[in-house]
């Protein structure tokens, strides 16, 4: 049997759905599989091509003995679902999806083993994909305690592109616009992704913590620029407006994609500003990022943002129109780029 799920990029909402704010992320046309069968025994055995590993341990031993030991922890959550596995499973894992690169992977892999997972089971289930997200998401933030917000869960399992609200409960819209092609760019640059995760959403909590004591009223959704921030240092005053300006910007971006034919030209310039933020208040951006940034701008791309935590990875154009020519002057300064579109959530193929 074979499952395949998307990787996602973020389109507004960067670093804000950890706070409780809302979300819109993309699908991507790059996925990853899952192909596999039913052993005889108890064993599991995971070959990961890609990166030319394998995993093996026993369904009689579940126990995790690496951080984010996800494999097992997707077959508990699953078992505290109601499935049951009497025989072991193999399977081989490929991926188009960049690694560690801030497109999902490994959220797309846990979507991908919670679905497949779902199937092989003594009494297979049809689960929806926003279930599907829903445990992979208890599978790999839950379960770890990982700093990470819904998005990626919820984006590569749903596919296309989505709205996502995470308070005061969990609440997904799909959006329909006719967005075209982007660009996708990775830096080659590894990132500690927990790290960067850690550090933006524990500096903003616990101002926003500041501001509510001295503000009780104070709702992270409404607040605005007419807050009393007196006692914030200049670091702090930036962190508070950089955050309510992307929320801002997400709202402008939601208008628009509701429309029958929307304006490709200012969902460029929201990217780009959304962008800036995360670049000047939040510091996740590169010297190397910045420099596929002005390539892609300077060949033609309407917008472009850093995708995922940031200090790494990929970054991507809004290029419509030009694709292309965004791609050539990305490579031109040794980035990797390559055309992608929105694309559909997990399915099982066969």
């Known amino acids: 049997m074979e499952v395949t799920t998307p990787g996602r990029i973020c389109l507004f909402g ?30 599991v055995i995971i070959l990961k091509s890609d990166i030319n590993e394998t995993e093996i341990f026993s369904l009689s031993n579940l126990k995790y003995t690496k951080p984010r030991d996800y494999f097992k922890s997707g077959i508990k959550i ?37 679905h497949f997972l779902s199937k092989i089971a003594d009494e297979p289930m049809a689960w929806n994909q926003k279930k599907l997200g829903e445990l992979a998401f208890d599978a790999e933030v839950g379960e770890f305690n990982e700093p990470g917000g819904m998005m990626d869960q919820y984006s590569t399992a749903m596919g296309n592109l989505i709205y996502l609200e995470s308070q005061p409960e969990i609440s997904i ?38 501001l509510i004591i001295k503000n009780p009223s104070m709702n992270i959704d409404t607040c605005d620029e007419n807050l009393d921030l007196s006692d914030l240092s200049n670091d702090e005053v930036k962190l508070y407006f950089g955050t309510i300006k992307n929320r801002e910007l997400l709202k402008r971006a939601l208008v628009e994609f509701q429309k029958h034919t929307i304006d490709e030209a200012l969902i460029g310039k929201l990217l780009y500003e959304h962008h ?33 935590s940031g200090g790494g990875g990929c970054m991507f154009a809004y290029a419509p129109n030009n694709a292309e020519k965004v791609v050539e002057a990305i490579n031109r300064v040794n980035g990797h780029a390559q055309i992608i579109h929105t694309d559909e959530g997990s399915k099982f193929l066969n």
């Open 78 to 114: 699953c078992q505290n679902d109601g499935l049951i596995f009497s025989n072991g499973f193999e399977c081989k894992i490929k991926s188009q999806i960049p690694i560690n690169a801030g497109t999902s992977s490994s959220s797309a892999l846990n979507v991908s083993w919670i």
């Open 276 to 308: 800036t933020i995360l670049r000047d208040d939040l510091k996740v951006s590169t010297p190397k990022i910045e420099t596929m940034m002005d390539a892609a701008m300077n060949a033609g791309a309407l917008g472009a943002k850093i995708n995922g």
């Open 173 to 210: 819209k799909k959006l329909k616009p006719n967005l075209g092609t982007f660009v996708l760019a990775d830096s080659g640059a590894t990132k500690n992704t927990f790290k960067i995760l850690k550090r933006c959403r524990d500096s903003r909590q616990k101002l926003l913590k500041q």
């Open 14 to 43: 960067e670093h804000q759905d950890y706070l409780g704010l809302p979300v819109i992320a993309m699908a991507i046309s790059l996925r990853i599989s899952i192909v596999g069968k039913k052993r005889n025994d108890d064993q």
